[in-house]
């Protein structure tokens, strides 16, 4: 089960990391762990397709053709074997594990912290995830939250569900009333505003209507009864995130037919939709199970408080 603490701080954007130059600290041994750098690419996109569903969210950006090197501001580790890279882990806003040793986590944990970032959280496989987690706590990181099991879900196939023909996907127009609907979304779901740090997020709801990528039921009052975001998009994978329904419409079996609506819009970018869900939340498992998700794999997540 999760472990909650208190009503956490406010939500950060990621600074930039000043420090380019310096590829490796005293004592590393660069054929075992090392920065990746833009030749090591090709041979990064190889090992992530190896699992595109686990590793989309590296995957969408290595597909991301204008996006310069190192990606979004981030630095990449890799670990090798005779020269082979068999593991890599992104360290952007968040620390993303792809195929990552948890022996290698203490290392890569004492050059993380002494770039200074601070990182809002590490998601991806469990056994990565929680070893580099634990081993940030030990060095100062302060976790908010553990979200130890989290199922990795996907479907390959039309869901035998009928989807609720008013789930589309969003339009520019509808910015004004997601914005609000995706915040009340953030807040549920990780427990503090995301809009206190700048707007960052904000950009982030806009540019994924802009993409075709945000899908939602909005009344003809203008309220939003159901949104939710095609988070990554790559190697024939969608990944669902932002799934969020209305409080007033809770609890009325509305749920399985508006995310068959989703998988219904998502398979029509790609062929494999996945999602990830915390294993408490008993509905949200049983109503993607009616439409059809099996699990593929496990998730965890560690949410680190800003101070």
């Not at 590829?23 to 054929?31: E, I, K, M, Q």
């Not at 496989?125 to 987690?133: D, F, Q, R, S, V």
């Not at 100062?140 to 996907?154: A, F, N, S, Y």
């Not at 789930?167 to 609907?181: E, G, K, N, T, Y």
Request: hydrophobic share 45%.
């Amino acid at each position: 089960m999760a472990k909650t603490p208190p009503r956490a701080a406010p939500w950060f954007p990621f600074p930039r990391d000043p420090a380019r130059g310096e590829l490796f600290r005293s004592g590393w041994n660069p054929s075992r762990l090392r920065l990746l750098g833009r030749e090591d690419r090709d041979e990064l996109r190889a090992l992530a397709l190896e699992d595109p569903v686990a590793n989309v969210f590296i995957l969408t950006q290595l597909d991301d053709a204008v996006t310069p090197w190192p990606l979004s501001g981030a630095r990449i580790y890799g670990t090798f074997d005779a020269g082979k890279l068999t593991g890599a882990c992104w360290a952007g806003a968040n620390i993303v594990p792809l195929n990552f040793d948890p022996a290698f986590a203490a290392q890569l944990a004492d050059e993380l912290a002494a770039t200074g970032r601070r990182y809002a959280s590490v998601f991806g496989p469990a056994g990565a995830t929680l070893a580099i987690g634990g081993e940030l706590q030990a060095r100062g990181h302060l976790v908010k939250e553990i979200r130890d099991c989290q199922p990795l879900m996907t479907i390959s196939a039309e869901t035998e569900v009928t989807p609720d023909p008013r789930v589309r996907m969003s339009h520019r127009d509808d910015f004004s009333v997601l914005l609000p609907a995706s915040v009340a979304m953030f807040e549920e779901e990780v427990g503090y505003s995301p809009l206190t740090g700048g707007d960052f997020y904000s950009r982030r709801v806009a540019y994924l209507i802009n993409q075709g990528h945000s899908m939602s039921f909005i009344s003809p009052e203008g309220t939003v009864v159901f949104k939710a975001e095609i988070g990554a998009l790559a190697a024939s994978v969608a990944q669902i995130q932002g799934v969020w329904l209305n409080p007033t419409y809770r609890g009325q079996g509305l749920s399985a037919a508006f995310m068959a609506g989703v998988v219904h819009l998502a398979r029509e970018l790609a062929p494999v939709v996945s999602l990830y869900v915390n294993d408490y939340n008993t509905r949200a498992l049983k109503t993607y199970q009616r439409v059809g998700f099996a699990q593929q794999g496990t998730f965890a997540t560690v949410l680190f408080t800003a101070n």
